[in-house]
C-alpha cells in the first residue's frame, strides 16, 4: 500500500534498525531485546527455584547463587520489564496523541542504544570474572567489598542504561506536552497517554539520585573516594536512600504503565468508557506524587528512629487510596459492560485479584512495627513478585497480546494465547503464594540452601514447581510467536473490532508517518465516538500537505560505543592497568566527537510531498 | 516558515527560541532536563552535607580551615557577571545582530575560562592542604559536587564555542537561534548551582 | 514568549515596538543583575564578620540565595514570561524532590 514498503535484504534491514529514528521500529527493538533479556532473567529465575527445590541442594555453590539472584533482581527489572513497558509506549503513545512521530527522534534511537548496550556491558560481566553479587540493591556495605569486577559492571550497566531511560522520559514529556493533534486536550488522552506522561516525570526525577549513587559508588570502587568508606569519615546508609529515592518511584514507573495497558483493555473489551476516568488521572497523578514520599519504608529497620519511620509508614498506607480507587473503577467499568474474553481481557481480570494481593500484603509491610517480622524474609519475596509479577508481567503479556496486530499487523493466536495465559497464571500462584507462609515461618531472603526438617521443603518444591509452569507458558508465547509470524495473516485498522481510540483508526502496522492528514479529536475515545456516528475513519484536521520527517542517523549507536569503551577503560582501573586511563579518554572522545558531529553537522529531515501521499490514496481507492 | 529561511530584522520573529515546532520542543525538553539535573545536584548537596566535615583524623583541614573569602568572591563576581553577559548576547539574538551576539558570547566564554581557571588553582591549593579526592570522605563529597559543577562549566564553555564556531559564517536562523537560546539556558542554570554552592559549601562552611 | 508573532500591518513600526520592548527587558535584566551582587555582597561580608552569630548569619544568608535563584529563574530564564506554566510545574517538582532528599541527608543518615 505503501511506495516507501520495498522488499530488503537482511544487510539492509538490519542497518534500516541499526539507523532507524522512527518510533515503531524503535519500539520494536526495544521489545526484541527487553524479550530476550527477559528470557535471561527468567532462566536466572529457573535456576535459583531448581536450587532452591530441595533441602541441601548443591546445584550451584553460594557465590553462583549470590550471583544468580543480583543479576536475576537487576536483569527483570532495568533490562527486561522497564524496556518492555518503553517498548509499548513507544509504539503505541504517539499514534493514541495523534502524533506523527516523538518529539525528539534522534534521542528516542540514542536512549535505545544506551539502554541497549548497558544491558550488554552488565551482561557480559558472566564471562569476564564473575556478575555482580552484591543483590539488586548493591548495598554499599556489601558492594564496596565485593571482590572482582561484578560490583563495577552493575555501576557501570546500569549507568549506561539509566542515561537511556532518562533521555526516553524527557521525550516523551515533551511528546505528550507538544504534539498532541487538534482537539486533544490533556482531559481526553487515553489513559495509557496519561500513565506514560506520569512516568516519565517519575524518570525525571527518580533517575537523577541513582546516577548520583551510582557515580559515588563508582568513585569509591574504582578511584580510590571514600563514600562509604566509615573509616575515612564514609557512611553506606548515604547509598541506601539515593537507591531508594530512586528505587521506590522506579516500581510505580513499572506499574503505572501497566495500570494504563489495563485501563485500555478494560474498556475496549467491556464496550463501555473507562468508569471514572477523571479519578483514574487524579489517581495516576496522586500515585506518582505519592511515590517520592515513602522510599524510607524499605528501611524500616536501618533504626532511623520512630519519628522517620511513622511518618513513612502513614505515607505509604496512603498510597493505598488512590490504588483503591483505580480497582474499583476497573470493576464498575466492566459492570455492565458487555464483556469479551479474549487473551488481553483474561490477564487483565486476573490482575485484578492478583495485583490486590500484593498491594494487601504491601499494607502489612508497609507498618513499621510489624516490618520488623517480615524484614529479609520470604515474606518480602512474595509480596513483591506478587506485584510485579501479578502487575507488571500480567500488564506487559496482556500488552504486548493487545498491541501486537498494531506493531506487527498480524494477531498471536487465540487459543495458544489462553495456553499461556493459564499456565502463567496458575503457576505465578503456585510459586508465590507458598512464599508467603515459608517466610512466616522464618525463611530468610537470599539464602542459597536451607536445612531439612523446618517445614519449609514442601513449600519450596512447590514454589519451584510453579516455575517450571510459567516457563512452559512463557515457551507457549514464543511458540505461538513463531507460528503466527510465519502464517503471516494480515489484519485491517481494528483487528479487536472494538477499538476505542486513535490507533485503531490507522492501518496494521500503520504508515512510518503514522497519519496523512492529523485526525480531529472531539472527546475521550476518539475513534469511538466517529465510529458511533457511523464514520469509518477520523475527521481530518488539516488539509493535506508535505510531511517532515526526520533522516535516520547511526550517531546514537557511535555515541553508545564510545561509552561501552570507556565503561571498560573504568572498570579495570583499579588494577592499575596503564591501558585503563587511555582507553576511558578515547572511549569518551568518541562519544562526545560523535555529539560533535551531530551538533555541527546540519540536519533538516526530508519532505514527503503532497502528490506522493496522494498516490496513496488513489491507489486506495482503485483497490 | 522554512528554518533555512533569511530574514530581515522586521520578518525576525519576536521569540526566534520557539518559532517553530522543533524549537518549541527542544525548549521545553531542554527545561524538563533542568528539572532533573536539579534533582541531580540536590543529591550532591544533600551527600556533601551528609559528609562534610567527616575526615578520618583531626589533623586533616575542615571546611573553615580550608575557604577563604577572597577566592569564592572572585569566582563567584566571575560567573554572575558571565550570567549577565549571556543575557545581553540573547538580547542581540532577539533583535537579530548576530554580531554583537558574538561578541558578547566570546565575553560570556573567557569570564568562564577565568572561573575555570581559579577553580584549577583552588583545588590544586586545598591538595597541598591535605584535602583531596582521596584523603577523606569529607574530600570526596567536596570535589565530586564543586567537581561536578566544574565539568558543566566545561561543557557549557564547548557547547558556546562549538556553537559559535559552527554559526561564524552562516548567521542567524530559525534551526541555529534555538540552540543557542537552550546554550544560555544552560549557562544560567550553571549560575543557579553556584548559588548554592558558594552559600552552602563555601560561606556556611566559613561560619562553621 | 512576550508577544508573539503579533500581526500588525506595517512591519517596520512593529519593529521599533519589539526593539523597544526588548530595550526595556534588557533593562529589567541589568538592574536585576545589580541585585544580584549587592546580595552576594551583602552575604560575603555578613560571613566576614566575625562578630555576627551564625544563627542569624547562616537563614540570611540561605535567604539571599534563594532570592537570587528566583531572578535568577524568572528574569535571565524568562521564567515570568506566559506560556512557562508547564516549565514551572516541572522545575518546582525537582527543587521538591531535591529539598526532601537535603532535609533527609541531613536528619536520618546516622548522622
Known amino acids: 500500500m505503501s511506495t516507501y514498503a520495498k522488499k530488503q535484504g537482511f544487510g539492509a534491514t538490519l542497518w534500516d534498525f541499526m539507523t532507524t529514528v522512527d518510533h515503531k521500529k524503535i519500539a520494536i527493538l526495544y521489545l526484541i531485546s527487553g ?546 586511563v587511555p582507553v576511558i579518554i578515547i572511549g569518551l572522545l568518541i562519544t562526545f566527537g560523535s555529539m560533535l558531529v551531530r551538533s555541527l553537522k546540519d540536519d533538516h529531515g526530508f519532505h514527503i510531498h503532497k502528490e506522493e501521499l496522494m498516490d496513496d490514496k488513489d491507489k486506495e481507492v482503485k483497490a | 516558515m522554512h528554518v533555512e529561511e533569511k530574514f530581515t530584522d522586521a520578518t525576525w520573529p519576536a521569540s526566534p527560541e520557539t518559532a517553530t515546532l522543533e524549537a518549541k520542543n527542544k525548549y521545553l525538553g531542554f527545561w524538563l532536563f533542568l528539572g532533573g539535573e536539579t534533582v541531580l545536584f540536590a543529591s550532591l548537596f544533600a551527600t556533601y552535607l551528609a559528609l562534610k566535615d567527616k575526615v578520618p583524623d583531626s589533623s586533616m583541614p575542615l571546611a573553615k580551615d580550608l575557604f577563604e573569602i577572597p577566592l569564592t568572591f572572585a569566582m563567584t563576581m566571575i560567573l554572575l557577571t558571565s550570567s549577565l553577559t549571556s543575557v545581553y548576547a540573547m538580547y542581540h539574538m532577539k533583535n537579530n545582530s548576530f554580531q554583537k551576539m558574538q561578541t558578547w558570547l566570546v565575553i560570556t566564554v573567557l569570564l568562564g575560562f577565568s572561573f575555570l581557571a581559579l577553580e584549577i588553582y583552588e583545588f590544586n591549593h586545598y591538595v597541598h592542604l591535605g584535602h583531596s579526592f582521596t584523603s577523606s570522605a569529607f574530600g570526596s563529597a567536596f570535589y565530586s559536587l564543586v567537581g561536578f559543577h566544574g565539568a558543566h562549566v566545561t561543557f557549557g564553555l564547548m557547547w558556546f564555542l562549538a556553537l559559535m564556531i559552527r554559526n561564524a559564517k552562516r548567521g542567524l536562523s530559525l534551526y541555529n537561534a534555538p540552540k543557542f537560546f537552550v546554550a544560555s539556558l544552560y549557562w544560567h542554570f550553571i549560575d543557579v548551582v553556584w548559588v548554592f554552592i558558594f552559600t552552602v559549601v563555601y560561606l556556611m562552611g566559613m561560619v562553621g | 514568549m512576550t508577544n508573539q508573532q503579533s500581526n500588525s500591518a506595517n512591519p517596520n513600526l512593529n519593529l521599533a515596538f519589539r526593539r523597544k520592548q526588548n530595550a526595556e527587558e534588557m533593562k529589567h535584566q541589568v538592574i536585576t543583575f545589580a541585585m544580584m551582587i549587592f546580595f552576594t555582597v551583602i552575604a560575603f561580608v555578613m560571613v566576614a564578620m566575625d562578630s555576627i552569630s551564625s544563627w542569624f548569619t547562616i537563614p540570611v544568608i540561605l535567604l539571599l540565595a534563594a532570592i537570587q535563584v528566583i531572578f535568577q529563574l524568572y528574569y535571565f530564564m524568562h521564567m515570568k514570561h506566559k506560556g512557562h506554566e508547564t516549565i514551572a510545574l516541572f522545575i518546582y517538582s525537582g527543587l521538591t524532590v531535591g529539598l526532601i532528599t537535603v532535609l533527609v541527608f541531613l536528619t536520618i543518615v546516622w548522622l
Not at chain 1, 499514534?95 to 548497558?118: C, E
Not at chain 1, 536445612?451 to 519449609?456: E, F, M, T, V, Y
Request: charge should be neutral; glycine fraction near 10%.
Open chain 1, 35 to 580: 524479550g530476550l533479556f527477559f528470557i535471561l532473567g527468567g532462566l536466572e529465575a529457573v535456576f535459583i527455584r531448581i536450587q532452591l527445590a530441595i533441602p541441601d541442594n548443591n546445584f550451584m555453590s553460594a557465590g553462583i547463587f549470590n550471583e544468580m539472584i543480583t543479576m536475576h533482581g537487576t536483569t527483570m527489572i532495568f533490562l527486561a520489564a522497564m524496556p518492555i513497558l518503553l517498548g509499548i509506549m513507544n509504539a503505541v503513545m504517539p499514534l493514541q496523541i495523534g502524533a506523527r512521530d516523538v518529539a525528539f527522534p534522534f534521542l528516542n534511537s540514542l536512549g535505545f542504544w544506551l539502554f541497549f548496550f548497558g544491558g550488554v556491558v552488565l551482561n557480559l560481566s558472566w564471562f569476564l570474572g564473575g556478575a555482580p553479587d552484591a543483590g539488586w540493591t548493591s548495598y554499599a556495605s556489601l558492594a564496596i567489598h565485593s571482590e572482582g569486577h561484578g560490583v563495577d559492571f552493575y555501576v557501570l550497566g546500569l549507568q549506561i542504561s539509566g542515561f537511556g531511560t532518562l533521555i526516553a522520559g524527557i521525550n516523551f514529556l515533551v511528546t505528550i506536552i507538544n504534539m498532541r493533534t487538534p482537539g486533544m486536550t490533556y482531559m481526553r488522552m487515553p489513559m495509557f497517554t496519561w500513565t506514560t506522561f506520569v512516568v516519565s516525570a517519575l524518570i525525571l526525577f527518580a533517575f537523577p539520585p541513582l546516577t548520583v549513587g551510582l557515580f559515588l559508588l563508582l568513585f569509591d570502587r574504582m578511584f580510590g573516594a571514600n563514600f562509604f568508606d566509615v573509616a575515612a569519615g564514609g557512611n553506606t546508609i548515604i547509598w541506601e536512600h539515593l537507591f531508594w529515592i530512586f528505587g521506590h518511584p522506579e516500581v510505580y514507573i513499572l506499574i503505572l504503565p501497566a495500570f494504563g495497558i489495563f485501563s485500555e483493555i478494560f474498556s475496549t473489551f467491556s464496550r463501555k468508557r473507562l468508569f471514572g476516568y477523571s479519578s483514574m488521572v487524579f489517581a495516576t497523578v496522586l500515585i506518582g506524587f505519592l511515590g517520592f514520599m515513602v522510599w524510607a519504608h524499605h528501611m524500616f529497620t536501618v533504626g532511623l528512629g520512630p519519628i522517620a519511620n511513622a511518618i513513612f509508614a502513614i505515607a505509604t498506607m496512603a498510597i493505598a487510596v488512590p490504588t483503591g480507587i483505580k480497582i474499583f473503577n476497573w470493576i464498575f467499568t466492566m459492570w455492565g459492560g458487555s464483556v469479551t474474553f479474549t487473551v488481553p481481557m483474561l490477564y487483565a481480570v486476573s490482575f485484578i485479584p492478583s495485583f490486590t494481593m500484593g498491594g494487601v500484603t504491601g499494607i502489612m509491610l508497609g507498618a513499621a512495627p510489624a516490618d520488623y517480622q517480615y524484614h529479609d524474609s520470604y515474606f518480602v519475596v512474595a509480596h513483591f513478585h506478587y506485584v510485579i509479577v501479578g502487575g507488571v508481567v500480567l500488564g506487559i503479556l496482556a500488552g504486548v497480546t493487545y498491541y501486537w496486530p498494531k506493531m506487527f499487523g498480524t494477531m498471536l493466536n487465540e487459543t495458544l494465547g489462553k495456553f499461556t495465559f493459564w499456565l502463567f497464571l496458575i503457576g505465578f500462584h503456585l510459586t508465590f503464594f507458598v512464599q508467603h507462609f515459608l517466610g512466616l515461618m522464618g525463611m530468610p531472603r537470599r539464602v542459597f540452601t536451607y536445612l531439612p526438617g523446618q517445614g519449609w521443603e514442601t513449600s519450596n518444591l512447590i514454589s519451584s514447581i510453579g516455575a517450571i509452569f510459567m516457563s512452559v507458558g512463557i515457551i507457549i508465547l514464543l511458540i505461538n510467536i513463531v507460528i503466527t509470524s510465519v502464517k503471516n495473516v494480515r489484519v485491517g485498522n481494528d483487528p479487536w473490532g472494538d477499538g476505542r481510540t486513535l490507533e485503531w483508526a490507522i492501518p496494521s502496522p500503520p504508515p512510518f508517518y503514522n497519519f496523512k492528514q492529523l485526525p480531529l479529536v472531539r472527546g475521550l475515545d476518539a475513534y469511538w465516538i466517529e465510529k458511533m456516528e457511523g464514520k469509518k475513519e477520523m475527521t481530518p484536521a488539516e488539509p493535506l500537505d508535505d510531511i517532515h520527517m526526520p533522516n535516520g542517523s547511526i550517531i546514537p549507536i557511535c555515541i553508545t560505543i564510545g561509552l561501552f569503551i570507556a565503561a571498560f577503560g573504568a572498570l579495570y582501573n583499579m588494577d592499575n592497568k596503564t591501558w585503563s
